[in-house]
Nanobody, 122 residues
Framework: QVQLVESGGGLVQPGGSLRLSCAAS????????MGWYRQAPGKQRELVVG???????DYADSVKGRFTISRDNSKNTVYLQMNSLKPEDTAVYYC????????????????WGQGTQVTVSS
């Protein structure tokens, strides 16, 4: 079964850094776009940044210059390097991927990680 497993969240002081990882596993034919979303209490889930299969990226204005997304296609893994963290970055961060499973290669299915808490506080 295809699944996404996230890691790297935690508590950090303002100005600090964290690196999130998300690894896709299972019977995967291919992965198209991947991305990171976040959701703070009382707010809607929002796109932080996405990355296409060819490496193109789209960042939310609030994180440009501070966050960097990358992917390692050989490991089916996407990363989010977060620098200069601010209290308003506090949220649960979710990994997302558009995947063609080996059992249904003609289909593109949307998968989500379990979420990892990022808390920025002094």
């Amino acid at each position: 079964q295809v699944q996404l497993v996230e890691s790297g969240g935690g508590l950090v002081q303002p100005g600090g850094s964290l690196r999130l990882s998300c690894a896709a596993s299972g019977s995967i034919f291919s992965i198209n776009s991947m991305g990171w979303y976040r959701q703070a209490p009382g707010k809607q889930r929002e796109l932080v940044v996405g990355i296409g299969s060819g490496g193109s990226t789209d960042y939310a204005d609030s994180v440009k210059g501070r966050f960097t997304i990358s992917r390692d296609n050989s490991k089916n893994t996407v990363y989010l390097q977060m620098n200069s963290l601010k209290p308003e970055d506090t949220a649960v961060y979710y990994c997302n991927a558009e995947i063609r499973p080996s059992s249904a290669r003609w289909r593109i299915l949307d998968y989500w990680g379990q979420g990892t808490q990022v808390t920025v506080s002094s």
